[in-house]
């Protein structure tokens, strides 16, 4: 039990960005969800269904973020997108295995965990600080309040209840 990986979202998580914060957010709830269908034994269709899903989510979030450098010039651009790329063929070598196999690789949770926090935590944080600085705004700035506001410009409710 000890080494179990327990995956949740953490404030610390938060890069600075409201849109790329709410979009990791949303990652973590579908590798908890992944989790959960893991534990409480759903069967191996509905698992796949769910990696599925995660990588589909992945995909949209790495053109968010793609899109972000571009809109504020982020000079590592192509760096970053050559990252997301082979985040996104190491997920697909992963569910690939996993629907041929019909049985779930032991450390998967620990790779997908291990997968979004060092990528979130070395590269992502590298372009929040860039927009921080920047000139060039990211196109829908403006909006993240009217949108965004209620995910990330309140505490939480977990944090409410912690006191
Ligand atoms: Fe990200
Ligand atoms: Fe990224």
């Known amino acids: 039990?000890?080494?179990e990986v327990y995956i949740h979202w953490e404030k610390s998580y938060e890069i600075g960005n409201p849109l790329i914060?709410?979009?990791?957010?949303?990652l973590m709830m579908l590798f908890r969800k992944l989790d959960i269908a893991i534990k409480t034994g759903e069967s191996g269709v509905t698992v796949v269904r769910i990696l599925?899903?995660?990588?589909k989510f992945a995909d949209f979030h790495?053109?968010?973020?793609?899109?972000?450098?571009?809109?504020?010039?982020?000079?590592d651009v192509v760096h970053h997108e050559v990252l997301h790329s082979r985040l996104l063929a190491q997920l697909e070598v992963t569910i690939g295995r996993i629907s041929k196999k019909r049985e779930l690789p032991d450390d998967l949770l620990f790779f997908l965990n291990k997968w979004v926090l060092e990528h979130i935590?070395?590269?992502?944080?590298?372009?929040?600080?860039?927009?921080?600085n920047s000139p060039k705004r990211p196109v829908a700035e403006l909006i993240y309040p009217e949108y965004l506001g209620p995910l990330v410009f309140t505490d939480s409710p977990e944090e409410?209840?912690?006191g």
Request: proline fraction near 2%.
């Open 21 to 26: 914060d709410v979009e990791h957010r949303l």
């Open 121 to 132: 935590a070395r590269e992502d944080q590298k372009i929040a600080n860039f927009v921080q």
């Open 1 to 3: 039990m000890g080494d």
């Open 160 to 162: 409410a209840d912690n």
């Open 62 to 75: 790495f053109a968010s973020e793609e899109n972000l450098m571009h809109e504020v010039a982020y000079p």
């Open 52 to 55: 599925n899903e995660i990588k």
